[in-house]
């Protein structure tokens, strides 16, 4: 089977702020593929621009179909950009980690992820399973923040409508949130730009920074929840992070029960829990230890909607990306797309 596939790996130019370019990553991969008899059946793409790994890997899914398998040498907004540009063509995509944080990837390999090197002659021989995507739809007139051509510059634009009722839809892979957690990662965003060295400890940084900010972010919400009930209501959230996978920022842990295979969403709530309590939950928090918590609530959903109860726009992201909206919803895609497991 393997001779059959074609195969695209795309290596991210700003990918744990570029340090995978000055490692052995290539060398490896070509060393990989040509131990399988697969050197003639990969080719090897360096991102130079904004918007070209999406546009290299939808012209490579468009040509190669099912027998295509994307892989992507990045962060979440790496394999967010790769999800959306694969979504419907039957290629698949898998991930090497190699990102700044690597969240998506710690819940596909495990927090202690085996070595790069296995990873990579792994990867000739993949296995596929069909994985969840997020479907988010927005209102005319969201706000998203470019990030693309540099993290640390967050420059404001307005989509175009991609459906016929004026609304912008977008696929997500791992995490949507909105609250106190964007605030953390717009901060950590900032100082990964002025102090690149920093990396992924500049979210942790961005927590201290933000322990004065505030805490509570009003928020209708109508939830379908995977037995068939619904909820309906508003809540002053503190943070709300909707699970595909399990990890966001930098090994935070909202969601440890998390399986981007199962067909359903873990919508993980946090409430004000008073300044005494804040401090210890959020490193509860971080270890995934927080379920059980008065202040947490853990729903698993199928779609839903959150719009504002004040007159402030939701602050959120997805995969990181960050958008400015009154209001947006969800559904999760079971199986939408097809995943390249690697077996090691």
């Known amino acids: 089977m393997g001779r059959d596939l074609k195969f695209l790996i795309i290596i991210s130019g700003k990918a744990g702020q570029g340090r995978v370019l000055n490692s052995d ?11 399988a008899g697969l050197s003639e059946n990969f080719e090897i793409l360096l991102t130079q621009h904004e918007g070209h790994l999406g546009e290299a890997v939808h012209s490579f899914a468009e040509a190669n179909g099912s027998n295509g398998v994307v892989y992507v040498a990045g962060g979440d907004g790496s394999l967010n950009e790769a999800a959306n540009a694969v979504y419907g063509t039957g290629c698949a995509f898998g991930a090497i980690p190699a990102g700044t944080a690597n969240d998506f990837v710690k819940t596909i390999f495990g927090e202690k992820r085996p070595p790069v090197e296995k990873i990579v002659n792994a990867m000739p021989r993949p296995e596929f399973k069909l994985i969840d995507l997020i479907k988010l739809t927005f209102p005319p007139g969201v706000c998203l923040y470019n990030q693309l051509c540099d993290p640390g510059k967050l420059t404001k634009y307005y989509p175009s409508s991609n459906s016929e009722d004026g609304t912008f839809s977008v696929l997500a892979l791992n995490v949507v949130s909105f609250g106190l957690d964007t605030l953390v990662l717009e901060k950590a965003y900032e100082l990964m730009s002025r102090h690149p060295k920093m990396g992924g400890n500049a979210y942790y940084l961005s927590v201290l ?24 209501g508003k809540k002053d959230y503190v943070t709300t992070a909707l699970c595909n996978g399990g990890f966001y920022g930098n090994g935070f842990n909202p969601a440890p029960m998390a399986d981007p295979f199962d067909g359903v969403l ?17 490193l509860r928090y971080l270890k995934g230890k927080h379920v059980g918590s008065h202040f947490i609530n853990i729903h ?32 999760v895609l079971p199986q939408a797309l097809p995943f390249a497991l690697l077996q090691i």
């Open 25 to 35: 990553l290539l060398d490896q991969v070509r060393a990989s593929f040509a131990a």
């Open 209 to 232: 920074n933000n322990l004065g900010s505030r805490k509570i972010y009003p928020t209708n919400f109508r939830l379908c929840l995977s037995d068939g009930y619904n909820l309906a």
């Open 266 to 282: 873990n919508l993980c709530e946090a409430t004000w829990m008073g300044a005494l309590r804040f401090i210890p939950l959020i």
């Open 300 to 331: 698993d959903v199928i779609s839903g909607e959150f719009s504002k109860a004040t007159d402030d726009d939701i602050l959120g992201n997805y995969d990181g990306l960050i958008f400015r909206t009154p209001g947006f919803s969800f559904e």
